[in-house]
């Protein structure tokens, strides 16, 4: 999808790596990479569409939908179908009321290197933030002991 020669199983184990060696929930970085994958969509797409990206834990599997909020009176076409239009697809076979959501699925793309890009930048900055806040908890019960170390890198913010 963001990458067509990353195999989707190979998408989980890069996941479960970067989980293992930076010590983080495997669940912050699989949601990290959705949010990236919805920005990328936002921009193939549209935004003035409501769009969510999942990634299957299990089998890797990237799903893109469109999701649409059932009205009585449409104002937003982008994000809104009336009820009457929501209860005649003929694939749905439960009745359906106003609030309820629908998700169409959208095609699979290939977002390109800018959008890539800006997916590595969001996982990146999310995994930092993570690892930052792992750190902090490790360290903040250990106030006002005397504690040594090695410095590996330092970082000026």
Same mark, same amino acid.
Do not use: H, W
């Given at each position: ?50 769009i *969510? %990206?999942?990634?299957? $834990?299990?089998?890797?599997?990237? =799903?893109?939908? !469109? ?34 959501k629908?998700?169409?699925e ?18 990146s900055?999310?995994?930092? *933030? %993570?690892?930052?806040? $792992?750190?902090?908890?490790?360290? =903040?019960?250990? !106030? ?14």
């Open positions: 999808m963001l990458n067509r020669g990353l195999d989707k199983q190979e998408l989980l184990r890069v996941v479960d790596s970067v989980a293992n060696e930076k010590s983080i929930d495997k669940e912050l970085i699989l949601s990290s990479m959705e949010t990236a994958i919805q920005r990328a969509a936002y921009s193939k797409f549209g935004s003035e569409n409501e *969510e %990206a999942q990634i299957d $834990r299990k089998s890797g599997n990237i =799903k893109i939908q !469109k999701v649409l909020t059932i009205v009585e009176k449409v104002e937003d076409p982008a994000k809104e179908v009336s009820l009457k239009d929501a209860n005649s697809n003929p694939k749905k076979k439960d009745v359906l009321k106003v609030g309820d629908i998700y169409e959208l095609p699979q793309v290939d977002f390109g290197r800018i959008a890539a890009q800006s997916a590595k930048q969001v996982i900055q999310r995994v930092r *933030e %993570a690892e930052k806040n $792992r750190q902090f908890e490790d360290f =903040k019960d250990k !106030k006002e002991q005397i504690l040594s170390g090695v410095i590996k890198r330092q970082e000026y913010s």
